[in-house]
T-cell receptor
Framework: GQNIDQPTEMTATEGAIVQINCTYQTSGFNGLFWYQQHAGEAPTFLSYNVLDGLEEKGRFSSFLSRSKGYSYLLLKELQMKDSASYLCATLNTGGFKTIFGAGTRLFVKA | DAGITQSPRHKVTETGTPVTLRCHQTENHRYMYWYRQDPGHGLRLIHYSYGVKDTDKGEVSDGYSVSRSKTEDFLLTLESATSSQTSVYFC???????????FGQGTRLTVV
C-alpha cells in the first residue's frame, strides 16, 4: 500500500526560508515529485527526485532520502506569490503511476 | 503549456443521473489519468490509462468507469451520480515513464 504524510498547513514570512517535509511508505518506489497548486488552479510540476540528495532549481530545492522514506521541499527568499499548496507524490516502480499526499498549504505573510 | 482540455469545466447534476467528463490532449502522450480532489484528501487516483483501450483502477475507482478509444481522449463516466462524488476532477497526462505529469484545469462537479 501507499502512505504519504505531510503537514497540513505552514505559515512563513516574506523573504524567509521554509522547509516542507514529506514522509512516505510504499510497496514500490521509483521517485518523488513535488507540485505547486494555487487555489482554484491545476497543480504544476516543481521537481522530481530519483536519487538520494539535493536538487536545486532557483529558489526551490528538493531533497530525497530513499532509505528513510523522506523528502523535503525548501523554498528560499519567500514571496507572497509562493502562498499555495505543495503536493508531495510518489511514483511507482513501473514509472507511470503517481500517488499524492494530501498537500501542505503554505501561507506567506508580509 | 501542455495541450490538455477538460470539459465541461463546471457541472451541476442530480443524484442518480449519468455524467461523463472528457479529457482531450493534443500532445500524443501515452499515459492519461483521472484524479479527484477533496479537502483533506488531496489528489486521489480514480483510473488511469497506459494506451488505447488499456485502463486500470486507481485508489478510488468504485462508482466510476473510463474509456479510451483514441490516444487523445480519456472519458470518465459516473453511471449514477451520488452526492459523495461532488468534487473537483483533474485529468493528467504523461509522456513516458519517469517523467512529470501535466494537469488539465479541472472540472468542478456538484451532485445535488
Amino acid at each position: 500500500g501507499q502512505n504519504i504524510d505531510q503537514p497540513t498547513e505552514m505559515t512563513a514570512t516574506e523573504g524567509a526560508i521554509v522547509q516542507i517535509n514529506c514522509t512516505y511508505q510504499t510497496s514500490g518506489f521509483n521517485g518523488l515529485f513535488w507540485y505547486q497548486q494555487h487555489a482554484g488552479e491545476a497543480p504544476t510540476f516543481l521537481s522530481y527526485n530519483v536519487l538520494d540528495g539535493l536538487e536545486e532549481k532557483g529558489r526551490f530545492s528538493s531533497f530525497l532520502s530513499r532509505s528513510k522514506g523522506y523528502s523535503y521541499l525548501l523554498l528560499k527568499e519567500l514571496q507572497m506569490k509562493d502562498s499555495a499548496s505543495y503536493l508531495c507524490a510518489t511514483l511507482n516502480t513501473g514509472g507511470f503511476k503517481t500517488i499524492f499526499g494530501a498537500g501542505t498549504r503554505l501561507f506567506v505573510k508580509a | 503549456d501542455a495541450g490538455i482540455t477538460q470539459s465541461p469545466r463546471h457541472k451541476v447534476t442530480e443524484t442518480g443521473t449519468p455524467v461523463t467528463l472528457r479529457c482531450h490532449q493534443t500532445e500524443n502522450h501515452r499515459y492519461m489519468y483521472w484524479y479527484r480532489q477533496d479537502p483533506g484528501h488531496g489528489l486521489r487516483l480514480i483510473h488511469y490509462s497506459y494506451g488505447v483501450k488499456d485502463t486500470d483502477k486507481g485508489e478510488v475507482s468504485d462508482g466510476y468507469s473510463v474509456s479510451r478509444s483514441k490516444t487523445e481522449d480519456f472519458l470518465l463516466t459516473l453511471e449514477s451520480a451520488t452526492s459523495s462524488q461532488t468534487s473537483v476532477y483533474f485529468c493528467a497526462i504523461r509522456d513516458s515513464m519517469n517523467t512529470e505529469a501535466f494537469f488539465g484545469q479541472g472540472t468542478r462537479l456538484t451532485v445535488v
